[in-house]
């Protein structure tokens, strides 16, 4: 069964950066938006950025300006540049997708910043 898996997760200090990247374990068709989430421990799970097969993004006012989502859309990978880390970035992050009517998640990576 495809999953997708992310990677890049990490131990950062404050004012750090982090490359995220997230990609199908086997193929899938007909991706449509492919976006990051993100949970704290005791909160719910976040909207980070997303973005189009045509490229447009959009992202959640809390990184706007620190974090940039990219996109290979021959490989279906989807990456997240964070910069400018906070302590308050530190959460699992996931990646998301629909493709051909089917919703996939990744298992997630953890992200922590320290002060």
């Known amino acids: 069964q495809v999953q997708l898996v992310e990677s890049g997760g990490g131990l950062v200090q404050a004012g750090g950066s982090l490359r995220l990247s997230c990609a199908p374990s086997?193929?899938?068709?007909?991706?449509?938006?492919m976006g990051w989430y993100r949970q704290a421990p005791g909160q719910q799970r976040d909207l980070v950025a997303t973005?189009?097969?045509?490229?447009?993004?959009n992202y959640a006012d809390a990184v706007k300006g620190r974090f940039t989502i990219s996109r290979d859309n021959a490989k279906n990978t989807i990456y997240l540049q964070m910069n400018s880390l906070k302590p308050e970035d530190t959460a699992v992050y996931y990646c998301?997708?629909?493709?051909?009517?089917?919703?996939?998640w990744g298992r997630g990576t953890q992200v922590t910043v320290s002060s």
């Open positions: 973005i189009t097969s045509g490229g447009s993004t």
């Open positions: 998301k997708t629909n493709a051909a009517g089917r919703l996939y």
């Open positions: 086997g193929s899938i068709f007909s991706v449509n938006t």
